[in-house]
């Protein structure tokens, strides 16, 4: 049995998701296909599909080795390549993780262009705002914001995000516009509780910085849930301006303390310190690096 051969045959299978469907792409009949990934299971030991009468899914094994064949693959296919251009090629999958709304607001609508420039790779985005395992969700790239808290990754600062203290007009109406960071104490202070220290504020004026100690009584992991209760009047949020960028263009909020400068957040790309970086991962690292020197929300220092 070629190993790279039934490999490529099962990745068909995944993505098609019938034997069937294979079958008549490569003109060969189903119980050939079949056959194959039999051989395959014998070999590594194991079934990859837990078949039924109306689905085929895949098992726990199977989708981890999915994962490995997608990097074994792609890695034979730019080996060719580089061997024959002298350079490795920018193109295959590229797996990205990011948080929910970073990912849906910075990185989703500069996909295009990247692909414009690179249209041999295709992305598969995951937003969580949890901190995926890289290695066992096989992700390539993760973009984190924040100081990182896992020392074993390998991480490249690709920017900032600057942030603001942010209210709606309702409620500065009704419990007032704060004058300075202590003022903060008698605010409803909404919190995004994914981030280290994240009652502690820290602001710089005037060549010096404060920490201020905030409350309030509601906190969320979502950061766009953080966004719809200040928008409806329930409390003020220091957030990623970028966040707030179009709900401040229309009125909708307004920056507060805008004397007091907030520390930035540092922006890492991140990856699994035992996964190479390929070609595909560097362009698109430095593509959101060049991405964010120009957005003035984001920015590269």
């Keep these: 049995m070629d190993t790279l051969e039934a490999m490529s045959m099962f990745m068909r299978v995944v993505e098609r998701g019938s034997f069937s469907a294979v079958a008549r792409e490569l003109g060969l009949s189903q119980p050939t296909i079949s056959k194959q990934i039999g051989a395959l299971e014998k070999r590594l030991g194991g079934r990859l599909f837990a078949r039924s009468t109306r689905n085929l899914s895949l098992t726990d094994e199977g989708q981890r080795y999915y994962e490995h064949c997608r990097q074994i693959l792609a890695a034979v296919d730019n080996a060719e390549h580089s061997f024959q251009t002298g350079q490795e090629r920018v193109a295959g999958p590229l797996r990205i993780a990011s948080s929910g709304s970073f ?4 990185i989703a609508p500069r996909l295009h262009g990247f692909l414009q420039q690179h249209p041999e790779v295709t992305i598969d985005l995951q937003l969580s705002d949890e901190n995926v395992d890289l290695v066992s969700e096989g992700i390539d790239v993760a973009v984190r914001i924040g100081e990182l808290k896992d020392s074993s990754l390998v991480a490249r600062q690709i920017g900032l995000t600057r942030r603001r203290v942010f209210a709606a007009p309702g409620y ?3 419990n007032g516009v704060p004058a300075t960071p202590d003022a903060l104490s ?16 820290r602001f710089e004026h005037a060549g010096e910085w404060q920490s201020v100690q905030v409350k309030g009584n ?33 009125g909708r909020v307004v ?34 690096r060049d991405a964010f020197a120009m957005d003035g929300d984001v920015c590269t220092r």
Aim: charged share 20%; net charge negative.
């Design 218 to 250: 509601v906190r969320s992991n979502n950061s766009e849930a953080i966004r719809q209760m200040v928008l409806s009047g329930l409390g003020l949020s220091l957030s990623p301006s970028w966040l707030f960028r179009e709900d401040l263009q229309a």
């Design 103 to 106: 990912g849906r607001i910075q």
């Design 255 to 288: 920056a507060v303390l805008e004397g007091y400068t907030p520390s930035s957040l540092p922006i890492h790309a991140v990856f699994a310190p035992d996964r190479r970086q390929s070609a595909r991962v560097r362009a698109f690292t430095d593509y959101l």
């Design 186 to 201: 008698a605010h409803n202070c909404l919190v995004f509780n994914q981030m280290e220290h994240f009652d502690s504020w």
């Design 172 to 174: 500065l109406e009704h």
